[in-house]
């Protein structure tokens, strides 16, 4: 597992690509359905699970073909992450395009992988499986939780 020295990082425009992925926790809240609301233009995250999300792991089983696969997957980028006001505010991507600093629990600040489960912050053991859900009626799975 890679690590680099994020306290020295301001924006994201100065991580490099190879450290891109290292600021994801794992958490698999992005992975969640989200429901819009067509008259506020609001988007809600629900607890149903993509379907390609390890729920355990809390990480997609297809990464690499994420969005051949689940055109509904949203990347994250630079440019977008802060249109993305679903995403959880633990999320690093968030926090430091919005100049916050990581949590302490991050593991690129000394946390170790696993902790975001362990601290319930993750969607393990919350998480709604596709298969299981109504997916005709999203909107019931709404949740504030995250
Ligand atoms: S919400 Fe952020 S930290 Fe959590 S899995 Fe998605 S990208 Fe990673
Ligand atoms: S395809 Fe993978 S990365 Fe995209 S939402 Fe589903 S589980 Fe998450």
Known sequence: MGWFNVESIHTLDEISLDQWD?????????????????????????????????MEQCTCRLYAQRQTYMPTCV????????????????????????????????????????????????????AVAEKHADMNNLARYITENW
């Open 75 to 126: 990347k994250i980028t630079r440019k977008n992450v802060l249109e993305l006001d679903w995403l959880p505010e633990t999320c690093a991507y968030r926090r430091i395009a919005e100049n916050k600093p990581l949590p302490w629990w991050h593991p690129l600040r000394g946390g170790r992988r696993g902790l975001v489960h362990e601290l319930g912050i993750s969607v393990r053991h919350m």
């Open 22 to 54: 290292l600021l994801c926790d794992g958490c698999g809240i992005c992975c969640l359905y989200k429901v819009n609301d067509e008259h506020t233009s609001s988007t809600y995250l629900t607890r149903v699970a993509c379907r390609y999300l390890d």
